[in-house]
Nanobody
Framework: QVQLVESGGGLVQAGGSLRLSCAASGRTFSSYAMGWFRQAPGKERELVAAISWSIINTYYADSVKGRFTISRDNAKNTVYLQMNSLKPEDTAVYYC??????????????????WGQGTQVTVSS
């Protein structure tokens, strides 16, 4: 199974930007759909953005559309999440994930899904 390591979290003021990176190990990275989830204290983990292995298809939660952009570089085994116009409500631990397709990424069944360890994003008002 693919192993995932996130980086790029931190503290930023509202309106600022951050870029998260997720480095994957394993030869089959390009065959996975990749996604970013987040979990705020007291809330369920939610899917924020996802991208297909082909890069053709993407998914965004309504709360981040127009502000966040997911991308991937299959040659570097890395997926990114560019976050602009950050809001205090974006504060959460952000997790990178790998799964078969974007469709499976949106389902609650996490069997077969690989997770990173998470990176904290804090947006101050």
């Amino acid at each position: 199974q693919v192993q995932l390591v996130e980086s790029g979290g931190g503290l930023v003021q509202a309106g600022g930007s951050l870029r998260l990176s997720c480095a994957a190990s394993g030869r089959t990275f390009s065959s996975y759909a990749m996604g970013w989830f987040r979990q705020a204290p007291g809330k369920e983990r939610e899917l924020v953005a996802a991208i297909s292995w082909s890069i053709i298809n993407t998914y965004y939660a309504d709360s981040v559309k127009g502000r966040f952009t997911i991308s991937r570089d299959n040659a570097k085994n890395t997926v990114y999440l560019q976050m602009n116009s950050l809001k205090p409500e974006d504060t959460a631990v952000y997790y990178c994930a790998a799964d078969g397709t974007i469709a499976t990424m949106t389902r609650p069944d996490t069997r077969g899904r690989a997770w990173g360890q998470g990176t904290q994003v804090t947006v101050s008002s």
